[in-house]
């Protein structure tokens, strides 16, 4: 409010969707430059157990077991009919699967987790944290001014950092089709460290975005898994409207070559 936002109704939560300069201003100046993204509301937990992986992977087409340490992947999360409940980002960090699903979809999400894998592993819920997002071919050079370290970080890896005696972690994948950093931080330090973000942006012509364009940024739909299939889509009637993510059917039992695990391939 403070910056001008115009707020709606999003799943539950108060959201940004323009401000001062209009969607068209922050369009481009996410291209040219750094945007700020406060993406609190989605869902982040963490998995632990040694057979966390295996369990998750039971519940994806993608491969959970040989993700190294450091590295991330994008993936869907399955009914056992094979529906797509969410799609979502994991890491594995060593002692843990990091998690991050979509905001209208966590509770269902997390429920889900804990209900087919919660005997194998821990499911643990971490609403404690906020979520912020710099993205933009800026982004990298306004974070590493706070961040030190941080510019090692390649394209679907992340690490833990810290700032002002916080503890951060933060992922490089780049969700709007731009270069771009995620941190995840203490929601006592959110606002801080947005200020601070701000502040830097400002610094290389940036100023804080909104959540409106990020299908527009990626140049596909919000959820390109779909695009790149192009399958006739069922919706069910089980997630309420305005959500981020439709149960759907995908046809002729395809989903993206790309994203299916090797090894259920070869199966």
Not at 5 to 29: C, N, T
Not at 167 to 188: C, N, W
């Amino acid at each position: 409010m403070e910056l001008g936002a115009r707020m709606v109704p999003f799943a539950g939560y108060s959201m940004p969707v323009q401000y001062r300069l209009g969607v068209m201003a922050e369009h481009l100046h996410t291209r040219q430059s750094a945007g700020l993204f406060d993406v609190s509301h989605m869902g982040q937990l963490k998995l632990v157990g040694p057979d966390a992986a295996a369990a998750f992977e039971s519940l994806m087409p993608v491969d959970v077991i040989d993700l190294p340490v450091g590295k991330q992947r994008y993936g869907l999360l399955l009914t056992d009919e094979g529906t797509v409940i969410d799609d979502l980002m994991f890491v594995n960090r060593g002692s843990d699967l990091f998690v991050i699903v979509n905001g209208a979809c966590k509770v269902g999400d997390i429920a889900h987790l804990q209900q087919k894998i919660g005997m194998r592993c821990d499911v643990i819920p971490m609403p404690e944290r906020a979520l912020l997002a710099l993205q933009g071919p800026l982004a990298v050079q306004a974070l590493q001014r706070l961040v030190p370290g941080v510019n090692r970080l390649v394209f679907m890896t992340g690490d833990s950092f810290s700032w002002h005696g916080g503890d951060l972690f933060i992922t490089r994948s780049g969700y709007t089709g731009e270069d771009g950093f995620e941190v995840s931080v203490q929601g006592e330090h959110a606002d801080a460290l947005a200020r601070a973000l701000l502040a830097h942006a400002a610094k290389v012509e940036g100023q804080g975005f909104d959540e409106d364009q990020l299908a527009f940024l990626r140049d596909e739909r919000a959820y390109f898994n779909l695009t790149l299939v192009e399958l006739p889509m069922r919706r069910s009637s089980a997630h309420a409207p305005g959500g981020d993510f439709a149960d759907t059917v995908l046809r002729n039992f395809l989903l993206a070559s790309w994203l299916k695990a090797s090894e259920k391939r070869r199966a």
